[in-house]
């Protein structure tokens, strides 16, 4: 029976993307920020440490040191924080597939959904492409969350939800929206377990099967 790899045992970055400040806290372009805090919630930390260009929090997942990060630069500079986590714990470029993991939302996902990849564009993220940017690179992985809007079908062949984006990822999301996001967040904080503890091969055939 062949060997197994050893799992790896150094810190994990997992950093969620949005806007500091109260007027933005339940707009669709923080669901980062709210999947970070359900993390914390449950596992009963608080994410208030000033470090790095972020707010941090720490914990223990399996045997790894999880550093949860909350970057404090607005989305269009997140690669700022990311990078001077990953340079303060001493993650480099061959340990980021396991080590950082970073949640941010997708227009082009429906609300309700989630995704995880290992690498991609920004696909007009501009969260994403700062941590590219910042980088060099777009091998890293991360947790989409859907938060497009409900439209009908000729509205978004229309264009409307690209149209309208920036507008509707800024404005405070309606009670029905916020519902249907709530179970989305506690799918992303179990993906993040099963990522740190099993590896993102095993949590994308779970969380990315079609359909879910």
């Known amino acids: 029976m062949p ?6 045992t150094g810190p994990v970055i997992v950093a969620g993307l949005g806007n500091p400040g109260m007027e933005y806290m339940w707009t669709p372009h923080n669901a980062g920020f709210l999947a970070i805090d359900r993390i914390a919630e449950q596992e009963r930390v608080t994410v208030l440490n000033r470090r790095c260009k972020a707010q941090t929090g720490v914990t223990r997942i399996g045997n790894r040191e999880v550093i949860l990060a909350k970057p ?20 480099g470029e061959a340990d980021r597939p396991t080590s950082l993991i970073v949640l ?14 290992e690498r991609g564009s920004a ?3 501009n969260g994403a ?15 989409r969350i859907g938060v497009g809007p409900d439209l009908p079908p000729e509205a978004i062949a229309a264009g409307a939800k690209r149209r309208g984006g920036v507008g509707y990822l800024l404005t405070p999301m ?3 929206d916020l519902e249907k996001l709530d179970p989305v967040l506690d799918r992303v904080a179990t993906a993040v377990r099963r990522i740190i503890e099993d590896g993102p091969a095993a949590a994308m055939n779970e969380f990315n099967r079609k359909g879910e």
Do not use: C
């Open 123 to 125: 696909a007009g993220h």
């Open 174 to 176: 309606r009670r029905a």
């Open 104 to 117: 941010y939302d997708e227009l082009d996902l429906p609300l309700g959904t989630l995704k995880i990849k």
């Open 72 to 91: 404090e630069t607005f989305m269009n500079l997140s690669g700022q924080a990311v990078a001077a986590l990953l340079k303060e714990f001493r993650i």
């Open 3 to 8: 060997e197994q790899p050893e799992k790896p």
């Open 129 to 143: 492409r700062s941590i590219s940017g910042a980088l060099g690179s777009h091998e890293w992985l991360r947790i």
